[in-house]
């Protein structure tokens, strides 16, 4: 996972080949909500990826004053994405700074849990006023995938656990985040170091 996720991003920063709505480039997928069991028509970017089969799309919904984000991949252009209920939401004004987590358009609070179409679950999260404490993200088949651990109710992540296919842990990560740098640490399922990293980041903290 966390191989994948930095993978993600050294693409996006290396290719910058995003195509916004463009009827030339555009794949012609269908956008199905899960808030209102219907087809829609959102704003997108699709990140296509030289030598893959999968390409990365964001898709860009509008509830109210926030902008919700769901990134996802997908294989074919005749594919079908599907919306989650839970997502992560920005303010719509010009650099925002306001986010929070948006169960349809009601903001989490308490346990919240979203479900894949198969009913099993995708994501269950304790949040407080919008705001993650504990998220836990699932397999289409209903295993368990990483649980994220969330530092004072910011975006900062002080743990990630990551599981395997048959749901038992497989290694697991730590942050310390400072003034000016965060030190992730890395470690296998008995709790032996394999890898420490330093990264100079912006730390948000919660006002």
Same mark, same amino acid.
């Given at each position: ?98 986010? &929070? ?72 990560? &730590? ?33």
């Amino acid at each position: 996972m966390k191989t994948v996720l930095k993978l993600i991003f050294l693409l996006i920063i290396s290719y910058s080949c995003f195509s916004q709505n463009s009827r030339k480039d555009n794949p012609n997928l269908v956008f199905y909500d899960d808030c209102s069991n219907q087809i829609i028509e959102p704003e997108f970017e699709v990140l296509y990826i030289p030598h893959s089969i999968y390409d990365l799309i964001t898709v860009f919904k509008e509830i109210d004053d926030w902008v919700l984000q769901y990134s996802t991949s997908f294989k074919t252009k005749n594919d079908t994405i599907r919306i989650p209920k839970i997502l992560f939401a920005g303010g719509s004004e010009l650099h925002s700074k306001r986010w &929070t987590y948006l169960n349809c358009e009601k903001v989490c609070d308490g346990i919240e849990t979203d479900f894949y179409e198969n009913g099993n679950k995708r994501t269950e999260g304790t949040y407080e006023n919008g705001k993650p404490i504990e998220i836990k993200e699932y397999r289409k088949n209903g295993i368990l995938r990483a649980q994220y651990f969330y530092e004072n109710l910011t975006l900062n992540y002080t743990r990630i656990d990551y599981y395997d296919e048959n749901g038992d842990l497989e290694e697991y990560q &730590t942050y310390k985040n400072k003034k000016r740098k965060t030190i992730i640490k890395m470690f296998d399922k008995n709790g032996e170091m394999t890898n420490r990293e330093t990264e100079k980041t912006y730390i948000e903290r919660n006002n």
